[in-house]
């Protein structure tokens, strides 16, 4: 069975730093691209950023671009979102999940078919 | 970036009304479309891929069309497990953006 768990995320100051860990199990991590998705309170999905299967290739929304870091350590089947100088807009439940791709209609597709319970981190003095 | 307007964003329906969700992109995306269902205090989850293809283990009643510019989501007959906010996202091109959402309410 495929899990994510996420955890790391706690109270934080306005200009503090934080790294977000997502455990992956029942899936080979390693063939995966990951992401990782955030949600404010009452608010809508937003993209954070993308990691290849290796950790070669890094994506991300430009806001968040510089201030967040995402990495990958296969071995132990995690990933990571490294979080400075923190905003209150930062403030949310932030989902790890698993990039699938599919070969479906003459193209790549890709979708995020798993997801983490999500951990939330709030940005406040 | 492509930015996803999702209409409407809440609406009102009855057990076994059929429902019809719209989302479009601000450019063409082809079929690079994705639907997600939320429930209160959970993590999404997937729906459809590829505009129409129904994910494994979703129930039928759920159908997507589109391709471009313009996408749907329809629930043929909805079910009280249906209430829920629905968003659809491109992964055409980063960075990746999701509509603001389409709350499903019980009338």
């Known amino acids: 069975e495929v899990q994510l768990v996420e955890s790391g995320g706690t109270l934080v100051q306005p200009g503090g730093s934080l790294r977000l860990s997502c455990e992956a199990s029942g899936f080979m991590f390693s063939n995966y691209w990951m992401t990782w998705v955030r949600q404010a309170p009452g608010k809508g999905l937003e993209w954070v950023a993308n990691i290849k299967e290796d950790g070669s290739q890094k994506r991300y929304v430009d806001s968040q671009k510089g201030r967040f870091t995402i990495s990958r350590d296969n071995a132990k089947n995690s990933l990571y979102l490294q979080m400075n100088s923190l905003r209150a807009e930062d403030t949310a439940v932030y989902y790890c999940a698993r990039v699938f791709h599919s070969y479906t209609s003459g193209s790549y597709v890709s979708y995020f078919d798993y997801w983490g319970q999500g951990t939330l981190v709030t940005v406040s003095a | 970036d492509i930015q996803m307007t999702q209409s409407p964003s809440s609406l009102s329906a009855s057990v076994g009304d059929r429902v019809t969700i719209t989302c479009r992109a601000s450019?063409?995306?082809?079929?690079?479309l994705i639907w997600y269902q939320q429930k209160p205090g959970k993590a999404p989850k997937l729906l459809i891929y590829a505009a129409s293809i129904l994910q494994s283990g979703v129930p039928s009643r759920f159908s997507g069309s589109g391709s471009g510019t313009d996408f749907t989501l329809t629930i043929s007959s909805l079910q009280p497990e249906d209430f829920a906010t629905y968003y659809c996202?491109?992964?055409?091109?980063?960075?990746?953006?999701f509509g603001g959402g389409t709350k499903v309410e019980i009338k």
């Open positions: 450019e063409s995306i082809n079929n690079y």
């Open positions: 996202q491109q992964s055409y091109i980063t960075p990746l953006t």
